[in-house]
């Protein structure tokens, strides 16, 4: 059975900075499991661990999405050479939420 093939950000944590949340992903080295933590916002403390996907679209810039528990679904649009990130959040209750910011790395996961 072959490995699966994991995106070169496998095994590192980013903040992801938009305004009015702010939060820790942390990509699996060893998986498509990403951990997330809200550190700043009206959501601080929500936190949970998901299986994403993840797609290059050209180099440097990946399309990753997850599903949360809750049914919440997350689509990131992020360039990992220039720090930025696009987010799109549709809630539970089906809100969507279009977020721009910052991308910083933080290290291994």
Same mark, same amino acid.
């Given at each position: 059975?072959?490995?699966?093939c994991?995106?070169?950000f496998?095994?590192?944590?980013?903040?992801?900075? %938009?305004?009015?949340?702010?939060?820790?992903?942390?990509?699996?080295?060893?998986?498509?499991?990403?951990?997330y933590?809200?550190t700043e916002?009206?959501?601080?403390?929500?936190?949970?661990?998901?299986h %994403?996907r993840?797609?290059?679209?050209?180099?440097?810039?990946y399309?990753?999405?997850?599903?949360?528990a809750?049914?919440?679904?997350?689509?990131?649009?992020?360039?990992?050479?220039?720090?930025? =990130?696009?987010?799109?959040?549709?809630t539970?209750?089906?809100?969507?939420?279009?977020? =721009?910011?910052?991308?910083?790395?933080?290290?291994? =996961?």
């Open positions: 059975m072959n490995a699966p994991l995106p070169p496998a095994g590192c944590a980013f903040e992801v900075a %938009y305004e009015g949340l702010t939060a820790i992903n942390a990509y699996a080295a060893d998986s498509l499991i990403l951990r933590e809200i916002g009206a959501l601080r403390g929500a936190r949970g661990e998901v %994403y993840w797609r290059e679209i050209i180099p440097d810039i399309a990753i999405s997850w599903q949360e809750d049914g919440a679904t997350v689509v990131h649009i992020d360039d990992f050479a220039l720090g930025t =990130s696009q987010s799109f959040l549709t539970r209750e089906l809100d969507l939420y279009r977020l =721009s910011g910052a991308l910083r790395p933080l290290g291994g =996961s």
